[in-house]
């Protein structure tokens, strides 16, 4: 929690959030930290009801249909189709957004760099790279141009897909 702290305040013009968050005291001392959204592989309802009536965003897992409608029917905002890549990857989030093109959703797990695109083409608001920016390799000789390098790429590549999907 205090590298986001310092974090916040460093970069006080930029979002922070955190990953892999699975219990209630956890999104509290996040949001407490500074972080303005928080993400989890599953549903975690006391998370959800917990920031329901904050500006912080929650993007809680789900996996199949009836989880999508149950966590977007319970008041989240947005979704996170985890494990995505182990689900059919991009076809399974075109599959998804036919009944839920109401729902937004971020692709999560196992995506690259060169797999945006097609995601967002598909109708994914968004994916996370976590895996594909922080190379093994990289992180292990810390290896922050690198690192850095992949982001931007990334970035580039996002903004790209936005782009044509708004065409």
Known sequence: MQVLRDLVHDYPAKTFGVGT?????????????GAKFLMSPATVMDILV?????????IPGVMTP???????????KIVKVYPVSALGGVGYISALKRPFSHIPMVASQGITIDLIGQYIGQGASAVVLSDAIFDKEAMSQQNFDKIYQLASHAALQGKQAVERSEC
């Open 21 to 33: 968050v699975l219990q209630a005291k956890d999104a509290k001392d996040s949001i407490k930290s």
């Open 66 to 76: 009836t989880e999508i409608l149950s966590a977007f029917s319970a008041g989240a």
């Open 50 to 58: 917990g920031v329901s009536e904050s500006d912080v965003l929650y």
